[in-house]
């Protein structure tokens, strides 16, 4: 076993914090009380009260590996337990076991051996939301040995390699490890806590996929929460590219038997001193540079479609995008996240449903639309501008009680409006597309600018409005003086998919993000996000060769579903960020569709592009 050199303690609570923390019942930190156990009293987790707050420390490029916001992150396992068994089961990454593995006979039995949590997915987001776990000593009068967490990088797969895949499972080449090769630290929020105010001792352990476990960090002293800070670079680069596996052991050396040590699990975030995948290229004229950031935050159900922009009424970047629902396989539901800067991190997302359950909501006075916890959902991808103090937004909408003799869904663009961002009234289907057309998708994927007093719809369509029988497919534009109404779609590309537009007054120019699979325009056509640009908006210089592709991490089985940040009126400026859907795992696997672990897996990831 290689020993890596001790990271440091770079922040914790104050002994007069830790003092008052211990005083406060969990009820006071929004979870829920702890089994009782030898100390015969509820749980008390520590708080950052106090000014006492402990910051991440910032990087250039940044990866949030997993923020335990989302409640118990417990052994992945969407193939056979069921909502109502728990959805924390789908968190993409999740501890290996319902409970750490003692070396000894501990004083309790069942639950209170468990991982809890103090949040649930539609709690607001606090610095203070955790898993936590109690360590039990045995029935001795003293207790000796060790006690194991193990925390998983990746979805451990059901069927052994290389066995038939069908819809939930997968074969095991083809788990997703953590790839941290470019990144130099990977810091880690954390507390371990004697409830009798001992000491306590821990170490922590990375494993690779090679089965190697390293020694990263080990601490013997006062308990506290802290943030630990280890250093990647001390593990060569192809040992740490497919990591499987953090662990803590607490080391328990003569605990006494009323005497519990919990265990706090609160950020893990790995960073990159410096951009390690940048671009340059020239194209229509414009010279496009771009820097790859890392993901925007850690999700839940996966993320896809993100848009947004930089609200300048109260200083806030904007962002909505598509995800899974927590209660649904293969369910599509809009979300919502701010920041007041894009590169030092984002709120917990809030959920839109209709049904009132989260603090953003949908209405549909109609009826039409699906509701937010049903299958499919009511729909994803979407587009908003903010005009005149209104925020339109356009989405994928999904409706009830559709036929067409073929399928029994698709896509239609809907629209609906907010004063505030969060809660929205539908309008209805702006373009109301007919069928499935050829392969059932209908119409979807809209992207809006609004410019020169006109709003500017671009979508992908495999079918056509009723209003329009006669309409093209493929990638169209519709216009409108009002936002509601739309005439006749134009043709931008009948082979093109969806592509993400904004309108750059610096350079007169509009700008075009979208993604390509492997092969789609020739054998050498690479997988991934690329940028196009046009004079007019109509027509456009696309270019499927490695020159349009954007910096990102091209490793990956897919980079889909492009999104830029913006203006209000779905404007940019010649600094602006792109994101994407990241998959690490494929889509499809030797002609099967791959198991609904992928749209878990999906997360944000971003890349700054400057244009001159």
């Known amino acids: 076993m290689r020993r890596i050199q001790r990271g440091k303690i770079r922040s914790r609570l104050t002994a007069a914090a830790l003092a008052a923390a211990l005083a406060l019942p969990l009820a006071s930190c929004g979870g829920r009380p ?62 290996s076991l319902l409970a750490p593995e003692y070396s000894y006979t501990p004083n309790a039995e069942g639950s209170a051996l468990e991982y809890k949590a103090n949040c649930v997915w539609s709690d607001d987001g606090s610095d203070d939301d955790c898993n936590y776990v109690a360590i039990y ?18 979805i451990p797969c059901l069927n052994p390699e290389g066995t038939p895949i069908s819809y939930g499972v997968y074969p095991k080449e083809y788990e997703n490890y953590l790839d941290l090769s470019e990144y130099d630290n990977l810091s880690f929020i954390f507390c371990a806590q004697s409830e009798q105010g001992a000491d306590v001792s821990f170490e922590v352990y990375l494993k690779n996929h090679g089965s190697e476990r390293y020694k990263v960090y080990e601490y013997s002293g006062r308990g506290g929460k802290m943030r630990i800070d280890i250093d990647l670079r001390e593990i060569a680069k192809e040992h740490r590219d497919r990591l499987e596996s953090l662990t803590v052991v607490n080391v328990i050396r003569g605990m006494a038997g009323n005497d519990r040590i919990l265990n706090c699990w609160y950020k893990l975030e790995a960073g990159a001193e410096k951009v390690f995948w940048e671009k340059t290229f020239r194209m229509s004229g414009v010279k496009v540079t771009s820097e790859y950031l890392g993901n925007m935050l850690y999700t839940m159900c996966g993320a896809y479609s993100a848009t947004g922009f930089y609200d300048r009424s109260d200083g806030k970047y904007k962002v909505w995008y598509g ?47 699906r509701g937010s916890s049903s299958p499919i959902g009511y729909g994803g991808d979407p587009a908003v501008v903010k005009v005149d103090g209104t925020y339109y937004m356009y ?39 007919e069928n499935g057309g050829s392969l059932g998708y209908g119409s979807g994927a809209p992207s809006v600018v609004y410019y020169d007093g006109k709003f500017y719809m671009y979508y992908y369509s495999q079918s056509h409005d009723v209003n329009y029988p006669d309409e093209p497919g493929g990638l169209v534009l519709k216009i409108s003086d009002d936002g509601y109404h739309f005439g006749k779609a134009i043709s931008i590309d009948r082979t093109m998919p969806s592509m993400e537009v904004k309108y750059v007054p610096e350079l007169m120019k509009w700008i075009g993000c979208f993604y390509t699979e492997a092969g789609q325009y020739g054998a050498d056509c690479k997988a991934g996000i690329r940028v196009a640009f046009s004079n007019d908006g109509i027509k ?40 994407w859907g990241a998959n690490d795992l494929p889509l499809t696997v030797n002609g099967y569709w791959f198991s609904s672990a992928q749209y878990d897996a999906r997360q944000l990831e971003f890349s700054r592009i400057t244009l001159s």
Request: hydrophobic share 30%; proline share 5%.
């Open 323 to 369: 995800a899974g629902v927590p209660e649904q396989q293969s369910t599509d539901n809009v979300y919502y996240i701010e920041s007041t800067d894009p590169e030092r991190g984002w709120s917990k997302p809030v959920r839109i449903t209709t049904d009132g359950s989260t603090k953003g909501s949908l209405t549909d006075a109609s009826g039409k639309l």
């Open 137 to 154: 000593p045995s029935a001795a009068a003293r207790t000796d040995g060790r006690v194991e967490s193990e925390f998983l990088f990746y």
């Open 34 to 95: 702890g089994p009782a156990g030898p100390a015969d009293g509820a749980i008390v987790l520590p708080t950052d009260s106090e000014g006492s707050t402990i910051e991440m420390k910032e990087y250039a490029v940044t990866k949030t590996v997993a923020d335990f916001k989302y409640g118990v992150a417990g052994p992945y396992d969407k193939y056979t337990k069921s909502t109502e068994e728990g959805w924390n089961y789908w968190l993409s990454r999740s501890f």
């Open 395 to 433: 989405f994928s909408g999904l409706e009830w009680d559709l036929d067409d003799g073929t399928y029994h869904h698709w896509n239609k663009i809907w629209l609906a409006t907010s004063a505030d961002g969060l809660n929205w009234t539908a309008y209805g289907a702006v373009v109301d597309t």
């Open 540 to 579: 456009w210089n696309f270019d499927f060769t490695d020159n349009s592709l954007i910096a990102q991490d091209l490793s990956l089985p897919l980079n889909h579903n492009p999104g830029f940040i913006g203006t209000e009126l779905g404007h940019a400026g010649t600094t602006l960020y792109c994101n």
